[in-house]
């Protein structure tokens, strides 16, 4: 028989928000794409994705039942990871192909007890939600992507619900980016820190300053920054990542965990250096 008692504490554990560790993260990615993910990743699945993962999922705050907003997902695992946690996710993406993918890969791997997950074809300039609908988006490494992102953020703006929560993570330069990947891959600068793969015309990739988030984003929103991280810095970006040793980046994902415990927080303590990425959670104003 359950007691009143235990059913209060059993509630209260249902609602406490929900945790995704690195290594927790890690598992679920294993349990959606097979043993192979350790040494051959699907979608980048690496270092950066241990570090936002985690931090999304905590700044968003979500418990089950909620639903997320989760825009330009393409093939993350990210959007399953919080339908296993029974938060219920909506997948915005452009492309029918990865909408297939997420479709096909929900198929594949839902179980009893998860929560809802609805992949869409739809444009972030576009979203198809209600003014002031959604209390909980998410934008992990997806915004540098969206040449018109000016729309993106207004759109973002305009369906977050007053006080709620958008978690970003966007690629940072304190001043101006000439070069990304140099003598890596092939890049051509397009615009002020702007820039597309050679040979590949949808490969578009920008950088933000502190000034382009706050007119691109956060003025949009009517929003308070209500938490800021990075991540990447001279270690983990200038010696690492972009550098020729990123061959490796794709590869050995268990290196990448040991990298996010114990490299990443002494650099992002020590080092003083411009972050690869900036990780931005906004609430926006009641009043806005």
Request: with cysteine.
């Amino acid at each position: 028989m359950v007691t009143a008692g235990s059913a209060v504490e059993q509630s209260s554990v249902r609602r406490a928000p929900i945790s995704l560790s690195a290594w927790r993260c890690l598992r679920y990615e294993v349990a959606l794409n097979g043993l192979r993910i350790l040494w051959e990743t699907v979608n980048d699945f690496s270092l950066w994705r241990l570090i936002e993962y985690p931090w999304a999922t905590r700044v968003l705050g979500v418990r089950r039942g909620d639903t997320v907003i989760d825009i330009g997902s393409g093939t993350s695992s990210f959007p399953h990871m919080l339908a296993k946690e029974g938060v219920n996710v909506v997948i915005v993406e452009l492309e029918a192909r990865r909408v297939r993918w997420q479709r096909d890969k929900r198929r594949a791997t839902a179980r009893p007890g998860d929560g809802d997950l609805l992949p869409v074809v739809a444009d972030a300039t576009r979203l198809p939600f209600r003014d002031g609908s959604a209390p909980f988006i998410s934008a992990v490494s997806t915004l540098e992507h969206i040449p018109d992102d000016v729309a993106a953020g207004r759109e973002i703006g305009r369906v977050l619900a007053p006080g709620g929560i958008v978690a970003l993570t966007l690629p940072f330069t304190s001043c101006e980016r000439r070069s990304f990947f140099a003598g890596i891959r092939p890049f051509r600068q397009v615009a002020r820190n702007a820039f597309v793969q050679e040979g590949k015309p949808g490969s578009f990739f920008r950088f933000y300053t502190d000034d382009d988030i706050q007119r691109t984003y956060i003025e949009p929103a009517h929003a308070d920054v209500v938490e800021r991280r990075a991540f990447g810095r001279s270690i983990l970006n200038g010696r690492y990542h972009e550098t020729r040793l990123t061959r490796f980046w794709r590869r050995f994902v268990l290196k990448d965990l040991l990298l996010a415990w114990l490299v990443h927080p002494l650099e992002e303590r020590f080092d003083r250096s411009d972050p690869l990425y900036v990780m931005l959670a906004l609430r926006k104003r009641c009043d806005g």
